[in-house]
């Protein structure tokens, strides 16, 4: 069965510092990846997503990163933290399934607070 | 580009009330259509999704959303909720190509009371 594991799970981070928050998957091939940002009252916002290694596509121009080295690697990052970055951060990959609908599934989050 | 609209930010119920949440969106193709829940210290996890066929579709908990496409609607029912209901619901709606990501509206709190 397909995993989705991310870490870390919580970071605490002064301004300026760089970040790197990372996510993979296990049990598929060539999934499509997705970064989204949870923040309330302003449900999740699209960050970046990838349908392939090297392939990133960014929706919210901002002050973060995102990369894909590896099939089943999508790390996110930052080379100088902002008090706005601070979130919950979301990995999710897609995959078809066997009903034809492409389904989103979800990692655990990292809560990242800037200081 | 798509867009998803939750119309109401927090809905207390108590048990045993009917649920309707609203959710409309913005697309200019054939849309898959989903709702979300994230209970509390859970995960997101998918409550029901749409892809085709009959526009009213049953997910897991007793949840049920109907389709209504000439009002661009997914909204969200359930008949009677437990207070074990109590979490956050989004709703969200992609392309129905596999490359195109899902977007999702601002969630929709609830919190069924005794």
């Known amino acids: 069965s397909q995993t989705i594991h991310q870490w870390p799970a919580t970071l605490v981070q002064p301004v300026g510092s760089p970040l790197s928050l990372e996510c993979t998957v296990e049990?598929?091939?060539?999934?499509?990846l997705y970064w989204y940002r949870q923040a309330a009252g302003r449900g999740l916002q699209l960050l970046f997503y990838?349908?392939?290694?090297?392939?990133i596509s960014s929706e919210v121009p901002q002050n973060l990163s995102a990369s894909r080295p590896q099939d089943r690697q999508f790390i996110l990052s930052s080379k100088k933290l902002l008090l706005s970055d601070s979130g919950f951060y979301l990995c999710?990959?897609?995959?078809?399934?066997?009903?034809?609908?492409?389904?989103?599934?979800f990692g655990a989050g990292s809560r990242l607070t800037v200081l | 580009a798509q867009s998803v609209s939750q119309h109401n930010h927090h809905v207390i119920l108590s048990e045993a009330a009917s649920l309707e949440l609203g959710c409309n969106y913005s697309?200019?193709?054939?849309?898959?259509l989903f709702w979300y829940v994230q209970y509390p210290g859970q995960h997101l996890q998918l409550l029901l999704k749409y892809f085709s066929g009959d526009p009213l579709v049953k997910g897991i908990k007793g949840f049920e959303a109907e389709f209504i496409k000439s009002k661009f609607s997914f909204n969200l029912r359930k008949p009677s909720v437990q207070w074990s209901d109590t979490a956050e619901y989004f709703c969200a709606v992609s392309g129905n190509s596999g490359n195109t990501p899902l977007v999702f509206g601002k969630g929709t709190r609830l919190s069924v009371i005794a």
């Open positions: 990838s349908v392939g290694i090297g392939q």
């Open positions: 697309y200019g193709g054939t849309v898959n």
């Open positions: 049990g598929t091939s060539n999934p499509n």
């Open positions: 999710a990959w897609k995959g078809i399934r066997a009903s034809g609908a492409n389904v989103l599934t």
